[in-house]
């Protein structure tokens, strides 16, 4: 039985989530007494049976009911990281996590705890505030003394490439429980709790893309459009991280830029180039800039309309008056507010005059040069030829509108049209007397 035993304990001889850290400790004996004092030992047959018995199992339910008797009636053992090691074989993390645990507090450099508690906290769906805590102390024991707790027993370079995967599980674990209140919010729909957790999260990972990604997906979820720059920014930035350098996975990047694009493109309109920005600017840190925002679609019309109004006063002034006119109220409005009162200045194009020498009335095109829009009537008539596409300003009073067509007509004199150009009329010669024969 005791060859056997040994044959089957050469099956743990390395550390199961790594496979590169050598075991040093020595297979259990039944006479303690004859062990060196240094020496594993069981503490009688039962545990010797007990033990052997979870090695010698193959079916893994059985297994672990032999482990579970084992831990039970033996919870004081000599061989506490064998024990550690097999319950994570069978993917028992919240076993692996309590009693590794309960090992470190006695022991608080003990690598093979250490290194299973740390691998396995991010295996709990539902951990306990307390398997969180020390799940995050012992990954932060591991970043803090890695070098320190090299086996004797283990090369240089086996523990060069052990190391870094180490330290992978150790970021991973202290991530996982950084991350894992906002997610538990975000599943209660508690978008401001699960802002606040992402926020303490990205102080301990700025350059993570989930976590910048998971604060911008809480903050928009909350629908305060005051904040969607913001959240746009958070989730830009969780795009733009590459996967190895704490990215999310390249398909979810893609599907994330992919997002971005379309969140952008329905506040601020589609526009390459100010999202090209927005990506460039996010690489240079975790958090937006102060002042930072992204205009709206309406935000732009506005600007747009007033820098248009400042350019263009008149024109600005005509365009408001126009809509009203073309509006489903246009004749009432026309009535109420126009008729017979005094518009400022204008500015329009001469199109026609009627008649052609002396005219009378001139028609003008205010938004383009070719549209007629306004009928001025003068007082008196010209005095000769007005020239045709020359710009005016005009001032006068509306008498009379028509909807369709569109014409809003001006009662005016010459001394109110500035810019007007007037030909002199063509002289006609004078009429000869017939000669007296």
Known sequence: MHSFFFRSLTGIATFAVFTLVAMTGTAPTANAQAAPAAQKKVKDQGEFDLYNGVLTEKDPAKKLQ????????????????????????????????????????????????????AANIPLLPNPTPEQMSNGEKAAQTLKDNLDSLKPPAVSDADWKSASTNILHN?????????????QQALAKKDFPTAEEAFKKALQTNPGNGQVAYSLGSAILSQKKVDRYPEAMYYIARGASIEPDKGGLPEATRKQVEAYITKIFTQYHGDDPAELAKLKELVKTSPTPPAGFTIETQSDILARKEKEFREKNPQLALWLVIKKELTGPTGEQYFEDKVKGSAVPKLKGTVISAKPAVRSKELVLGLENATTPEVTLKLETPLTGKPKLGGEVEFEGVPTAFSKDPFMLTFETEKAKISGLEVEAPPRVAPKKSAKKK
Do not use: H
Request: aromatic share 8%.
């Open 66 to 117: 032999n482990l579970e008797q084992w831990t039970q009636k033996y919870p004081d053992t000599d061989f506490k990281e064998e024990r550690l090691q097999l319950y994570n074989s069978l993917k028992q993390p919240a076993k692996v996590v309590d009693l590794g645990s309960a090992m470190l507090s006695k022991d608080p450099k003990n690598l093979t705890a250490l290194v299973l508690v």
């Open 170 to 182: 150790a970021n991973a674990a202290m991530l996982y429980v950084a991350m894992l209140p906002g």
